[in-house]
């Protein structure tokens, strides 16, 4: 392969590797203003044009992956998941063929820890700084200096629901609160229209900690059993527990409650909106408070195509593009130069960008350590098997 790839600043970053490679906007279609950017030229060893992805499903806008080929000639392979653990298993087996992967910081400490990551070079991301400094020393107590990762997007995890089924099967149910999920008498009733719970084990005992005014990154086994015992309490009145079907069925009125992230409530609405189905969906950030999480781009230490992952994460942290794909899944980016192309809508909506009083309520997402998250995961079998 020959060692060459030509990057430009921001924007001309891969109208230079169009350049070098043949394929996309020519030097010459540059527009004036543009034109007048700082070159940068960084040469790194050319790879064959392939991109392996592995996001979580519904989290990238309907046209990012299609403007990143066309504009680098690089073919994008893209596949979902819907579960840290799921993405943890692989990463720690390695050999995933990923070249980007996208789990939540707290799973990205321990994985770091574990040696699946490599480190980024920042010479290869000229677009870095763009990201937002408190949002970065944030999550730098998961990645010292920020070596090998950048935020993606953020969010909460609160409850979404029917706000006409809600009211009609339990016209003062306490949307407000996450006894909605945990105290068994208030579930009881929802469940005539279904309610779901996330399959996300740290999250769900957290919140139920919360609920009960514990510490929700507590890892005692006695708040860990009283957890549990809540869970157990509830499991006859939920109807699964999953955590991306729930965007649907809530759109399309098959259950009326759920535990699950903000954009993900939001896009729920959305398509019920889009449906006209009559269907109105709230999200709730509950006053217990919850999680706040940050979903992390980083390129595993074995990536068979290092080079064409970080151009990707430096295309992600162009503005404009950054902005599209909170504008298409309601997610908070930590893109402090993508304001101005964010949807009023969006950057004013408190479920988004909750202000300060309810940012008050957010607890860290802290990483487990192996024992707790044995315990966590018997815990857990326990409970989706009822037994
Ligand atoms: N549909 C996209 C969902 C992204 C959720 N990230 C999960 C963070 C968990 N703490």
Redesign the pocket.
């Known amino acids: 392969m020959s060692p060459l790839q030509l990057f430009y600043r921001t924007t001309l970053l891969l109208g230079g590797l169009a350049l070098a490679t043949g394929c996309g906007q020519k030097a010459e279609d540059k527009p004036a203003a543009a034109a007048e950017e700082e070159v940068v030229v960084v040469e790194v060893e050319a790879e064959e044009p392939v991109l392996n992805v592995y996001n979580?499903?519904?989290?990238i806008a309907e046209d990012t992956i299609a403007n990143f080929e066309e504009r680098t000639g690089i073919t994008v392979n893209y596949d979902v998941f819907?579960s840290?653990e799921v993405v943890e298993a692989k990463l720690l087996a390695g050999n995933t063929g990923y070249d980007i992967v996208v789990p939540?910081a707290?799973f990205l400490e321990r994985q770091i820890k574990a040696g699946v990551f490599r480190k980024l070079d920042r010479d290869q991301l000229s677009n870095w700084s763009n990201l937002d400094g408190d949002i970065m020393a944030r999550v730098s107590k998961h990645d010292p200096d920020n070596q090998h990762a950048a935020v993606y997007?953020w969010?909460t995890?609160g409850i979404g629901f029917d706000e006409v089924k809600v009211a009609e099967v339990f016209p003062d149910a306490p949307t407000d609160s996450w006894a909605m999920l945990f105290d068994p008498e208030v579930i009881a009733k929802l469940s005539a229209c279904g309610v779901t719970l996330l399959d996300?084990p740290?999250?769900a005992v957290s919140a139920v900690l919360a609920y009960l005014g514990r510490d929700p990154n507590s890892e005692d086994l006695a708040d860990l059993a009283a957890a549990e015992e809540v869970l157990m309490s509830i499991r006859p009145f939920v109807r699964y527990i999953h955590?991306?079907q729930q965007?649907n069925d809530l759109a399309n009125g098959e259950i009326c409650v759920a535990m699950g992230?903000s954009?993900?409530m939001m896009?729920a609405a959305d398509r019920a909106s889009e449906a006209e189905n009559g269907i109105e969906i709230a999200y709730s950030i509950p006053k217990q408070g919850t999680?706040i999480?940050f979903?992390m781009l980083a390129i595993p230490a074995d990536a068979p195509h290092p080079n064409n992952a970080h151009l990707f994460i430096n295309y992600l942290l162009e503005p404009e593009v950054a902005a599209a794909i909170s504008n298409y899944?309601f997610?908070a980016n930590p893109n402090s130069a993508s304001v101005e192309f964010v949807e009023a809508e969006i950057l004013e909506d408190p479920g988004i960008y909750p202000p300060d009083e309810v940012k008050a309520k957010l607890y860290p997402?802290l990483a487990r350590s192996a024992e707790y998250t044995r315990n966590l995961t018997r815990t857990w079998t326990r409970f989706k098997t009822g037994q």
């Open positions: 979580w499903s519904d989290y819907d840290n939540t707290s997007m969010g995890t996300a740290t999250e955590s991306s965007i992230w954009g993900d896009i999680v999480w979903d899944v997610y997402d």
